[in-house]
């Protein structure tokens, strides 16, 4: 029980810690569930029939318990911060399952200190990564329905949480010699319903976000999923303490190979998760990796304790070993402290700017107005207006557009022409072809300027469309053959701020 209590102690303080830590793109998820609260459908624009988001589960999830809340932006938060800590659980309680509670254990704490979880908060991914140790556990038991379960809310709670069900189906397969028909019908039962719904609202149960983060993948300026990954690598490398989880996952990693087999599902599903994200080719998100992070975490766990059990064997630091496996507990648990407290006093600087250009919008606005910008999240939350994406997230036109030869400017040039939102909330140093282009100076004129002294961009331009402008403008939009012929940009990725490879450290 002590170790429970330990968990949720820390679960706790956590939540009180990091209540109002957020992202731009968990507000989309946000935006979509208040749409459902309020009776207007699965949908981010009224009226559009676009999957925007990747997570149904979670979508609904926030949609139901918003019903009793209205505040979801903090409500996200909660329930990561419950998610990491019963991931916390879990993992735990695999440890004990396997006869490894030492390991369990230290897992655990690791787990739910580890700052690029922390960084995710508000958004899916804790979500996620719950559900997917919860199959796992209820598997490792032999709850197989329960199992079923648990992977059935793992597809629903995002596209590729099918692995899961692979995986365990093979190892099921491989181990009994027979296929599992009763536990894939209860999968079956449950995942179907959204497919088929999502098939015939949406055309596709692929949401939109996915092509536009492949489409994002083929710019220049994009890195690729697996340069990214060691790009984070890295950057964890810098702080000397993070490069004692090197060798202690590779001991853990032949501990599993040769002896601890147990643990090969787990395992195995990350390295196919790390591998399709790798084929499908989407663009690099930091959040992306987070669901490497417990398997990574049970191998350095592994690790210490075989490493502790090898100095058992030399007779003069027999008595030592306990202390000694404290001592290097508290050294992999430094780093992540330290991380943690610098993600704390460091939150997102486009939060309170986006918020204030939002509500700006929504308090000062015509209710049918649109809105163009490069982020739809945070500033759509809060303006509750029609927006048009330049980074395709909302709009699969505007996706299509993002190439090796384009930019985001390229894309926005063609939105704001195709599209002619009736208001503009971009820096003007990001897109200077377009805010110093001929036909927007006459189209559009500034209305207001939003600076913030955390917002590294100041400042945030709001431009609005001339009165009769839609009207009298009978010039045709730019075509897309016109885009991408040479691409420029005042800074190397205006979207670089969305994109940490790590959490500071």
Same mark, same amino acid.
């Given at each position: 029980?002590?170790?429970?209590?330990?968990?949720?102690?820390?679960?706790?303080?956590?939540?009180?810690?990091?209540?109002?830590?957020?992202?731009?793109?968990?507000?989309?998820?946000?935006?979509?569930?208040?749409?459902?609260?309020?009776? /207007?459908?699965?949908?981010?624009?009224?009226?559009?029939?676009?999957?925007?988001?990747?997570?149904?589960?979670?979508?609904?999830?926030?949609?139901?318990?918003?019903?009793?809340?209205?505040?979801?932006?903090?409500?996200?938060?909660?329930?990561?911060?419950?998610?990491?800590?019963?991931?916390?659980?879990?993992?735990?309680?695999?440890?004990?399952?396997?006869?490894?509670?030492?390991?369990?254990? *230290?897992?655990?704490?690791?787990?739910?200190?580890?700052?690029?979880?922390?960084?995710?908060?508000?958004?899916?991914?804790?979500?996620?990564?719950?559900?997917?140790?919860?199959?796992?556990? %209820?598997?490792?038991?032999? #709850?197989?329905?329960? #199992?079923?379960?648990?992977?059935? $809310?793992?597809?629903?709670?995002?596209?590729?949480?099918?692995?899961?069900?692979?995986?365990?189906?093979?190892?099921?397969?491989?181990?009994?010699?027979? %296929?599992?028909?009763?536990?894939?019908?209860?999968?079956?039962?449950?995942?179907?319903?959204?497919?088929?719904?999502?098939?015939?609202?949406?055309?596709?149960?692929?949401?939109?976000?996915? *092509?536009?983060?492949?489409?994002?993948?083929?710019?220049? +300026?994009?890195?690729?999923?697996?340069?990214?990954?060691?790009?984070?690598?890295?950057?964890?490398?810098?702080?000397?303490?993070?490069?004692?989880?090197?060798?202690?996952?590779?001991?853990? $990693?032949?501990?599993?190979? #040769? *002896?601890?087999?147990?643990?090969?599902?787990?395992?195995?599903?990350?390295?196919?998760?790390?591998?399709?994200?790798?084929?499908?080719?989407?663009?690099?998100?930091?959040?992306?990796?987070?669901?490497?992070?417990?398997?990574?975490?049970?191998?350095?766990?592994?690790?210490?304790?075989?490493?502790?059990?090898?100095?058992?064997?030399?007779?003069?630091?027999?008595?030592?070993?306990?202390?000694?496996?404290?001592?290097?507990?508290?050294?992999?648990?430094?780093?992540?402290?330290?991380?943690?407290?610098?993600?704390?006093?460091?939150?997102?600087?486009?939060?309170?700017?986006?918020?204030?250009?939002?509500?700006?919008?929504?308090?000062?606005?015509?209710?049918?107005?649109?809105?163009?910008?490069?982020?739809?999240?945070?500033?759509?939350?809060?303006?509750?207006?029609? *927006?048009?994406?330049?980074?395709? +997230?909302?709009?699969?036109?505007?996706?299509?557009?993002?190439?090796?030869?384009?930019?985001?400017?390229?894309?926005?040039?063609?939105?704001?022409?195709?599209?002619?939102?009736?208001?503009?909330?971009?820096?003007?140093?990001?897109?200077?072809?377009?805010?110093?282009?001929?036909?927007?100076?006459?189209?559009?004129?500034?209305?207001?300027? %939003?600076?913030?002294?955390?917002?590294?961009?100041?400042?945030?331009?709001?431009?609005?469309?001339?009165?009769?402008?839609?009207?009298?403008?009978?010039?045709?939009?730019?075509? /897309?053959?016109?885009?991408?012929?040479?691409?420029? %940009?005042? $800074? #190397?990725?205006?979207?670089?701020?969305?994109?940490?490879?790590?959490?500071?450290?």
């Amino acid at each position: 029980m002590l170790p429970l209590a330990f968990i949720t102690l820390t679960g706790a303080v956590l939540l009180l810690t990091f209540a109002e830590h957020s992202y731009d793109d968990p507000y989309i998820t946000f935006h979509c569930a208040r749409n459902i609260i309020e009776g /207007k459908g699965y949908v981010y624009n009224i009226g559009e029939r676009v999957l925007v988001t990747t997570t149904v589960l979670y979508t609904l999830l926030l949609a139901g318990l918003g019903f009793l809340w209205s505040n979801l932006p903090l409500l996200g938060t909660i329930i990561s911060v419950l998610s990491l800590t019963l991931a916390a659980i879990f993992i735990y309680l695999i440890g004990r399952q396997f006869h490894q509670p030492a390991v369990g254990m *230290m897992a655990a704490l690791l787990l739910i200190l580890f700052p690029h979880l922390v960084a995710t908060f508000s958004s899916k991914t804790c979500f996620y990564i719950m559900l997917v140790l919860g199959t796992f556990y %209820f598997y490792a038991r032999g #709850a197989l329905r329960i #199992a079923a379960l648990f992977s059935a $809310l793992v597809s629903l709670a995002q596209l590729d949480g099918a692995l899961v069900a692979v995986v365990i189906s093979l190892h099921y397969i491989w181990k009994r010699r027979r %296929f599992p028909w009763r536990e894939a019908l209860i999968y079956i039962a449950l995942v179907t319903p959204w497919i088929l719904y999502a098939w015939f609202t949406f055309g596709s149960p692929i949401p939109v976000t996915l *092509m536009a983060k492949r489409q994002q993948a083929q710019m220049l +300026i994009s890195p690729s999923f697996l340069g990214r990954f060691f790009r984070v690598l890295r950057s964890y490398s810098r702080t000397p303490l993070y490069r004692l989880y090197l060798p202690f996952s590779l001991i853990g $990693l032949w501990s599993v190979i #040769a *002896m601890r087999r147990k643990w090969l599902p787990l395992i195995l599903w990350t390295l196919l998760y790390f591998a399709s994200y790798i084929a499908v080719g989407v663009s690099a998100y930091y959040w992306y990796y987070s669901p490497l992070v417990p398997a990574v975490i049970v191998l350095v766990s592994i690790g210490l304790e075989e490493s502790i059990r090898a100095l058992e064997r030399i007779r003069a630091i027999r008595a030592y070993t306990s202390a000694l496996l404290v001592l290097f507990l508290l050294l992999l648990v430094a780093p992540e402290a330290r991380s943690i407290l610098y993600i704390y006093q460091h939150p997102d600087s486009r939060l309170p700017i986006y918020k204030e250009v939002g509500v700006w919008i929504n308090e000062h606005t015509p209710k049918e107005a649109s809105v163009g910008t490069l982020e739809v999240g945070i500033i759509g939350y809060y303006a509750r207006r029609r *927006m048009v994406g330049f980074a395709g +997230i909302v709009r699969p036109e505007v996706a299509k557009l993002l190439t090796h030869m384009t930019t985001y400017e390229d894309a926005a040039i063609w939105a704001v022409r195709t599209y002619m939102p009736d208001y503009v909330v971009i820096h003007p140093g990001w897109f200077p072809r377009l805010v110093e282009s001929d036909w927007f100076i006459e189209l559009y004129h500034p209305v207001k300027e %939003f600076t913030h002294q955390d917002f590294h961009s100041n400042p945030l331009v709001l431009y609005s469309l001339n009165r009769g402008s839609k009207e009298s403008v009978s010039s045709s939009p730019l075509s /897309k053959s016109t885009l991408g012929r040479k691409p420029s %940009f005042s $800074l #190397a990725n205006p979207m670089s701020a969305t994109r940490r490879d790590t959490p500071p450290l």
